[in-house]
């Protein structure tokens, strides 16, 4: 039990939920490196949504609001820490959600599959049962697409992505949004927009953001995205890292 009054709780809380996931088998142990990486570059930007993550969250949901297939991908540490917010950034912006693991086993997927059906999410893609197509013809299993989902998808969400899928998603011609706080990893650095932001700030903060932009015209959002620029944007971030005024 975390005591509330400890100085680093909302931290250790996180920390904690991801080493649940892992002990109930859904999350693989790489899972837990990456969210260590991620809880270094949280402390450095000061554990809060940045400006230039605002901006990039803000070209975000207009380009899912504008896409036609828009997809949501999860994987073990996005379960682990957002399901919920995951499922209404889904309904709110009328995008599939689909498991999307790198170290993919049936075990993991089934169990994915039941905790987002156990939070009233009943027809995830990308699990056992779906039709998956294999990007890159040899049956890879970091390589899958739901025929419903990723593989039709003009634009997918990953929160916390490999760089490898990253890359193969994106050699796919999809537009790729990613979350993820290491503005220098390669899927930062691959990705059209690129929220340098931890998924349990990001992820909420979309939802906002879709229920005002649903009501603005295509004009509005259209130039939203336009205005935004990647490589700028990934620029302001890293100034944001306090290590930087040091
Ligand atoms: P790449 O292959 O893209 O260069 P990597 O090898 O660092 O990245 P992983 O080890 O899979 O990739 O780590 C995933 C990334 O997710 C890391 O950059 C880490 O900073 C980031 N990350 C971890 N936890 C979170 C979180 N809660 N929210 C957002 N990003 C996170």
Known sequence: MIPKNHPRYQSLVLRDKVKNAFMEGYLADTGMIAHGRGETFDYLIGEKTVDSAYNAIEAAVATILLAKHPVLSVNGNTTALALDEMIELANETDSPIEINLFYRT?????????????????????????????????????????????????????????????????????????????????????????????????????????????????????????????????????????????
């Open 106 to 246: 049936d075990d993991r997927v089934d169990k994915i599959s039941q905790l987002f059906k156990d939070h009233g999410y009943n027809n995830i893609l990308g699990s056992n049962t779906d039709d998956l197509y294999y990007f890159d013809k040899i049956k890879n299993p970091r390589a899958t697409a739901s025929k419903k989902g990723i593989y039709i998808a003009d634009v997918i969400l990953v929160p916390l992505e490999d760089g490898d899928r990253a890359e193969l998603l994106k050699t796919a011609g999809k537009k790729i949004i990613c979350i993820d706080l290491n503005p220098l990893s390669r899927t930062s650095q691959m990705s059209d927009i690129s929220i340098v932001d931890n998924v349990v700030r990001a992820i909420p903060l979309m939802t906002k953001i879709a229920r005002e932009f649903k009501n603005k015209d295509e004009v509005f959002l259209q130039n939203i995205i336009d205005n935004f620029n990647n490589e700028d944007n990934l620029k302001e971030s890293l100034n944001s890292f306090k290590i930087m005024k040091l």
